[in-house]
C-alpha cells in the first residue's frame, strides 16, 4: 500500500464557513432581535403614552375641580367667619352698653345709700340728743 502523502501545512480552521458561524450569525441575530425590540417597544410606548396623556387629562381635571371645590368652600368659610365676628361685634356693643347702664344705675344706689345712711345717722344723733335731753340712758349704739 503506498503511504499516504501527509501535506506539509495543516489548513486552517479559520475558513470562510468559521467566519460565519462565529460572527456574522450573532450579529444579524443581534440586529434582528434587536430590530424586533424596537418596534415592539416602541409600539408599547406609543400606547402607554396616550394612556399616560388620558390618565394625566384626567388627574389635571380632578385637581382643578378638587381646586374649585376648596376654593368656594374656603370662600364660605370667609363669610360664615365674617358673619360670625359681626355677631361677635353686635353682642360686645350689646354688652357694653348693659354694663355701663348697671355701672350708671349702681352708682345711682350707692348715692341713695349714701344718703340714707346719712340720713339715718342724723335721725340717731336726733334720738341720743333727745334722750340725753330727757335723761333717759340711750340703748342706741353707734
Do not use: C
Request: proline share 4%; net charge positive; hydrophobic share 40%.
Amino acid at each position: 500500500m503506498p503511504r499516504r502523502r501527509t501535506p506539509a501545512h495543516q489548513p486552517s480552521i479559520w475558513n470562510a464557513g468559521t467566519v460565519v458561524n462565529i460572527f456574522a450569525i450573532p450579529i444579524i441575530t443581534t440586529i434582528f432581535l434587536g430590530g424586533g425590540a424596537y418596534f415592539t417597544f416602541k409600539a408599547l410606548l406609543e400606547q402607554n403614552t396616550s394612556a399616560i396623556k388620558e390618565e394625566s387629562a384626567k388627574r389635571e381635571e380632578a385637581f382643578r375641580t378638587e381646586t374649585t371645590k376648596r376654593e368656594a368652600a374656603l370662600k364660605e368659610e370667609v363669610v360664615a367667619r365674617e358673619a360670625l365676628r359681626q355677631a361677635l361685634m353686635e353682642n360686645s356693643k350689646e354688652t357694653t352698653k348693659g354694663i355701663a347702664s348697671l355701672a350708671a344705675h349702681a352708682l345711682v344706689q350707692d348715692e341713695q345709700i349714701k344718703n340714707a345712711t346719712t340720713e339715718l345717722k342724723n335721725v340717731v344723733n336726733g334720738l341720743q340728743n333727745i334722750e340725753i335731753a330727757v335723761g333717759r340712758p340711750s340703748r342706741i349704739k353707734q
